[in-house]
């Protein structure tokens, strides 16, 4: 009997402490806020800006885009701020994408961002499109990145 009543108290302590271990991908807050940093991202105005000569394909779609203008996306509201985007027309075809806001509220969204929108900008050049792959480890900027593109796209192909 206290063989059964010690192994049923082990098994549920090893339980209690393997469902209560915290991983690091669990934590909802980025590195400075659970350190004690801001809680309220901060939005920036940003440029990136690629060369048209890497532009491949033709955009997608049952109409072809203007042939000039700028096109500013719709504010896609993320977990971590903002995401909105400008695409730049020339010819039928995107020439450049702008962010006009992305969250960049503490140095992990900075680092994280600085990686990945030149990843989503470039990839949106070369594909002509929004149907693209969002960046690994970004999933929050590629989500309100896409969100806004298409809205840049929809807004073109209205114009």
Do not use: C
């Not at 590195?31 to 990136?48: I, N, V, W």
């Amino acid at each position: 009997m206290r063989r059964i009543l010690l192994w049923f108290l082990t098994t549920v302590s090893t339980l209690v402490l393997l469902f209560g271990y915290r991983t690091s991908t669990s934590s909802t807050l980025p590195d400075d806020e659970a350190a004690g940093g801001s809680a309220t991202p901060s939005t920036t105005a940003r440029t990136t800006t690629p060369s048209p000569t890497t532009t491949a394909g033709s955009i997608s779609g049952s109409s072809a885009l203007p042939v000039a203008g700028t096109f500013t996306g719709s504010t896609a509201d993320t977990r971590w701020g903002p995401v909105q985007t400008r695409i730049t027309v020339a010819n039928g075809r995107i020439t450049a994408v702008d962010l006009v806001q992305y969250p960049d509220g503490n140095a992990k969204d900075r680092e994280i961002n600085a990686d990945a929108i030149p990843q989503l900008v470039d990839e949106t050049i070369q594909a002509q499109t929004a149907q693209i792959d969002m960046v690994s480890g970004a999933t929050v900027t590629s989500t309100g990145y896409l969100e806004s593109l298409q809205s840049a796209l929809d807004r073109a192909h209205g114009a």
